[in-house]
């Protein structure tokens, strides 16, 4: 079955750096491409970042750029999120989502896959 798990998260102070795993199962990893988005109490939820299959494209929402970084490790089937410099506006639950495109006989169909999510405090 399709597994998302993410890991990582915690309290950290603001100013402080904090690194995200993803550790993906049960579809073609090395073939879908990866996302984070996250949610705050009260917030619609938000892309943060995207890579492409291969790693070699990456995209970041405007508040993020500079700050994080998405990476990921094809043999490991693990996407990572780097969050440096992080605010209290940080603040939210992430989530891995996955982007599968499948080729089927009426034309391609993609699968959206989500984690569970891992909590995000930046506070003092």
């Known amino acids: 079955q399709v597994q998302l798990v993410e890991s990582g998260g915690g309290l950290v102070q603001p100013g402080g750096s904090l690194r995200l795993s993803c550790a993906a199962s049960?579809?073609?990893?090395?073939?879908?491409?990866m996302s984070w988005y996250r949610q705050a109490p009260g917030k619609e939820r938000e892309l943060v970042a995207t890579?492409?299959?291969?790693?070699?494209?990456?995209k970041y929402a405007d508040s993020m750029k500079g700050r994080f970084t998405i990476s990921r490790d094809n043999a490991r089937n693990t996407v990572y999120l780097q969050m440096n410099s992080l605010k209290a506006e940080d603040t939210a639950v992430y989530y891995c989502?996955?982007?599968?495109?499948?080729?089927?006989?009426?034309?391609?169909?993609?699968?959206?896959?989500w984690g569970q999510g891992t909590q995000v405090t930046v506070s003092s």
């Open positions: 989502k996955a982007m599968e495109v499948v080729d089927t006989r009426m034309g391609k169909k993609e699968y959206q896959y």
């Open positions: 049960g579809f073609s990893f090395s073939s879908s491409a």
């Open positions: 890579i492409s299959s291969g790693g070699g494209s990456t």
